[in-house]
């Protein structure tokens, strides 16, 4: 069974560009969540899609999206980078909502603003 | 919403020796605990998980058990081993949806 499958694994972008990150979740898992992990902040959650409906958002600016597809596929994007945005984004599926389930997480992507 | 209080790093320790990470949280409702672990070039993997007050996790020698009157999840192993040199994170999960509330991670570091 395949894992959650993250796009690109490392990217390099320039300030004031946007940047489209892709999550294929484990098949089955309709669950999608989005964390960013830095060294000075730790992890920290971006958001979770369900059956293509966004149910929770962190504290982030509205430079952040996702979106969630039929297929149970994620994207989320950032625009108008930031030196600030340079992290590894990790994607995390679980096939329900419930509390108990435990999340899979993906290798992340690595994403450098310069 | 959550918060989790988990002893800092780096911690270095010789193989064979005993593990303990203390981690407490604060929480709304009642929320599933889980330890994940990130071993170096790779991703979050889950370590183990308690549900309810009163579970122990246990996976690959390690340890935890949920206590709802002290708010903590402590994690533990016997004997470490240099392949257990990784972060360790605890995360609160919700009672509902899928959120996790890391904790700053820490660092082991096992030598030989």
């Known amino acids: 069974k395949a894992g959650v499958t993250q796009t690109p694994r490392y990217l390099i972008k320039t300030r004031g560009q946007q940047v489209t990150l892709s999550c294929s979740p484990i098949s089955g898992h309709r669950s999608v969540s989005w964390y960013q992990q830095t060294p000075g902040q730790g992890l920290q959650f971006l958001f979770e899609y369900f059956s293509e409906t966004q149910r929770n958002k962190g504290n982030f600016p509205g430079r952040f999206s996702g979106r969630q597809f039929s297929n149970s596929r994620s994207e989320m994007n950032v625009s108008t980078l930031e030196l600030g945005d340079s992290a590894l984004y990790l994607c995390?599926?679980?096939w329900g909502q419930g509390n108990t389930g435990e999340l899979f997480f993906g290798e992340g992507s690595r994403l450098t603003v310069l | 919403g959550n918060s989790v209080t988990q002893m800092e790093g780096p911690v270095t320790l010789s193989e064979e020796a005993f593990l303990t990470i203390n981690c407490t949280y604060t929480?709304?409702?009642?929320?599933?605990l889980f330890w994940y672990v990130q071993y170096p070039g790779e991703g979050l993997q889950l370590l183990l998980k308690a549900t309810k007050a009163d579970d122990k996790g246990s996976n690959k020698g390690f340890e935890a058990t949920y206590r709802k009157e002290t708010t903590s999840f402590h994690l533990e192993k016997g004997s470490v081993q240099v392949s257990d040199s990784a972060v360790y994170f605890c995360a609160p999960k919700e009672a509902a949806g899928n959120k996790l509330t890391f904790g700053g991670g820490t660092r082991v570091l096992v030598k030989p």
């Open positions: 929480a709304t409702g009642y929320p599933s």
């Open positions: 995390a599926s679980s």
